[in-house]
């Protein structure tokens, strides 16, 4: 882990773990952050705080054998955030803008 300016200002850590359906310890990783892409695509989502507790909350992966978890293990002392206002549609093979209103 480097030490800057930068990092001491924007680096943060997030916690990472998954734990598979057939066992009780979670496989863990810390993985160093700079800046966060919220994902604001969700029906539910319609503000900063919702999206933060979307991405840290539990998703299943490994065609649901397992689940994954964020957390942060350490916050910056500024949280740069960007919102993820775009998604990729399969069916035209083209990029649509969401552009709901985010509070």
């Known amino acids: 882990h480097e030490d800057s300016p930068i990092v ?4 943060g850590v997030m916690r990472s773990s998954v734990r598979s359906n057939d066992t009780q310890a979670d496989s863990v990783s810390l993985e160093p952050f700079n800046h966060l892409i919220l994902d604001i ?4 989502v319609d ?4 999206a933060l507790k979307a991405c840290c909350g539990t998703e299943a ?3 649901g054998q397992a689940t ?3 957390r942060f ?5 500024v949280l740069v955030v960007n919102l993820k ?7 035209t093979a083209s990029t649509q803008k969401i552009t709901k209103r985010v509070d």
């Open 8 to 11: 001491r200002i924007f680096g």
């Open 41 to 44: 695509s969700a029906p539910g």
């Open 47 to 50: 503000s900063v705080w919702s």
């Open 61 to 63: 992966v490994n065609e």
């Open 68 to 70: 994954k978890r964020l």
């Open 73 to 77: 293990e350490s916050l910056p002392k």
């Open 85 to 91: 206002r775009f998604l990729y549609n399969k069916d």
